[in-house]
């Protein structure tokens, strides 16, 4: 089992729809990061979090620690948000290295 | 510079060829870290820089991989002898320092092509 998991693998909605994409992780974290990575590899950060909830625009980002998981919403969704979305962890063993979910590949539909 | 900047951003290789690949880090920032992406899966962490010093390098898969950061800024990682799986898209990340809630930056990624 992958100490992170994302949920789904693959989505697919039409333009405007509310988005969600699960995180759940198994090992103790400092912190956890959302990322976006459009096609030709370059990544963004998106946040950072290591407790409650975040939002930039139209991105929310949530945890729950207890749990240990994390979910990403976007709301009102765009063609240009068409991308893979991906979690990863900072555990509390270590000060950088960061375990990485596989990714979710996201396409929004006009 | 504004962002972490990685050159080239694709290269096409003829196996068995030596290859280098640059980062850029953030101005100022000490760590650095290089990670490797096969296609549709999660990055791979490779190494990771405090300053001019490798701190972790247990990432690198053989010894055919080798990286440096002769000045704590601008790293160089190094192929020898490449092999078609060596294909893959090379990310490099950079902090102000390591630690639990520092942000990593990330570059736009090498697309390396061994053919």
């Known amino acids: 089992k992958n100490e992170v998991e994302q949920s789904p693998q693959n989505l697919t909605a039409q333009e405007g729809e509310f988005i969600t994409i699960n995180c759940s992780y198994s090992?103790?974290?400092?912190?956890l990061h959302w990322l976006q990575q459009h096609p030709g590899g370059g990544i963004v950060s998106l946040f950072m979090?290591?407790?409650?909830?975040k939002k930039h625009g139209r991105l929310i980002a949530t945890i729950n620690i207890q749990e240990k998981h994390s979910s990403l919403h976007i709301t009102a969704s765009h063609p240009r948000d068409s991308a893979v979305y991906i979690c990863a962890v900072r555990s509390m063993d270590s000060n950088y290295q960061l375990i990485w979910g596989a990714g979710t590949k996201l396409i929004i539909k006009p | 510079g504004a962002g972490v900047s990685q050159t080239p951003s694709n290269k096409v290789t003829e196996k068995g060829k030596y290859v280098e690949l640059r980062c850029d880090p953030i101005?100022?920032?000490?760590?650095l870290y290089w990670y490797r992406q096969s296609l549709g899966q999660g990055p791979e962490f490779l190494i990771y820089?405090?300053?001019?010093?490798?701190?972790?390098d247990s990432g690198l898969p053989n010894d055919r991989f080798f990286a440096v950061r002769p000045e704590g800024s601008v790293s160089t990682l190094k192929i020898q002898r490449t092999e078609r799986g060596d294909s893959a898209v090379y990310l490099c990340?950079?902090?102000?320092?390591?630690?639990?809630?520092?942000?990593?930056?990330f570059g736009q990624g090498t697309r390396l092509t061994v053919v």
């Open positions: 979090l290591s407790s409650g909830k």
């Open positions: 090992v103790g974290i400092s912190a």
């Open positions: 990340a950079s902090s102000l320092m390591a630690g639990p809630n520092t942000e990593a930056f």
């Open positions: 820089f405090q300053g001019t010093g490798a701190a972790d």
């Open positions: 101005s100022g920032h000490t760590a």
